[in-house]
């Protein structure tokens, strides 16, 4: 491809969803309330583990890392397009954007997501346990415990060094309008005058990587969890074990449901792109509290404890 000079572009414009006032204002509110939801509803599950002492097991621990995971990939991108749809503002520096993509922010986001997939795979792992070999769980709450929260941090800071490495070599010279809410690492590279076939292939080999492995566990995890239940004698025992995977089957499907479709397929449409990146930093971290509180009476009973003592505490 042409190398351009790398300073010849001076900004970017980046598009979003509307440049009508009125759909303006109905985004700023829409996405104003789910970031609240998702931030207030993930704060209130680590909260409750953090304070219920019967909730101190691996299962809770691992929630307790996707609550916070969720919250810290939702306000890397929400804050900052709320800010732009406030100022009513497209244009964002050559420098801010760059700095998105190599500086904290995108880092950040990239480890967010990577640790999103390893973490659905970890409390995959950990039904597996609990469910096929009880006897061996309470080992969990010792080295291995640490070792699989500890893990999915150290991938993800390297898959995210890696990008980061990577874009620092490109120039943009040409096209300097982005059809996305924020600096997405897959949009430049298009817009890009450098060569990038390295980038397209590592985010391609890593991002496949990223996905197909812990989906791979959860899917040996759930072929041994169903066959392990049907084991079961009593209709009764058989809903129990399924119901405490319930939850976690549902946020998967959903996780890897949008990721599937909308990585796996670069040739759409940039409206589907967009759609599909609110649906997965957006929509999931909000409904993944919902998901886990609603069908689980341990998470619920912390919360109805927690308020009760906020509650007294207040009246004092």
């Not at 890897?256 to 589907?272: A, E, K, L, N, Q």
Request: proline share 3%; with cysteine.
């Amino acid at each position: 491809m042409h190398q351009g000079n790398q300073t010849t572009i001076s900004e970017f414009l980046l598009l979003g969803f509307s440049n009508q006032a009125e759909q303006q204002n109905l985004l700023f509110v829409l996405f104003l309330d789910m970031f609240l939801v998702a931030v207030v509803g993930n704060g209130l599950i680590i909260l409750a583990i953090s304070l219920d002492v019967y909730l101190h097991t691996p299962m809770y621990l691992f929630l307790a890392n996707l609550s916070f995971t969720d919250i810290s990939s939702i306000s890397t991108s929400i804050p900052k397009m709320l800010m732009k749809i406030q100022t009513k503002s497209q244009s964002i520096s050559y420098k801010s954007c760059i700095t998105e993509m190599s500086g904290p922010e995108m880092y950040f986001l990239i480890v967010f997501v990577v640790i999103d997939n390893f973490l659905l795979g970890v409390m995959t792992y950990d039904r597996f346990v609990i469910i096929c070999h009880p006897l061996n769980y309470m080992t969990m709450k010792t080295r291995l415990c640490i070792l699989l929260t500890i893990i999915p941090w150290v991938l993800s800071n390297i898959v995210a060094l890696i990008h980061t490495l990577l874009l620092l070599r490109l120039c943009f010279c040409d096209n300097n309008t982005l059809s996305h809410f924020f600096c997405d690492l897959a949009s430049l590279l298009k817009l890009s005058c450098s060569d990038t076939v390295i980038n397209e292939f590592v985010l391609f080999t890593i991002g496949l990587s990223v996905i197909t492995l812990p989906f791979a566990l959860i899917l040996f995890s759930y072929i041994c969890i169903v066959r392990a239940v049907l084991r079961i004698s009593s209709t009764e025992g058989k809903w129990k074990a399924f119901s405490t995977c319930a939850s976690h089957f549902t946020v998967g499907l959903l996780f890897y449901g949008i990721i599937v479709g909308v990585y796996f397929f670069p040739s759409s449409t940039h409206d589907r792109d967009k759609i599909g990146a609110v649906l997965f930093t957006v929509v999931t971290p909000m409904m993944n509290p919902f998901i886990y509180s609603l069908r689980n009476k341990d998470i619920k009973a912390a919360l109805r404890k927690f308020i009760s003592l906020t509650r007294q505490w207040c009246s004092r």
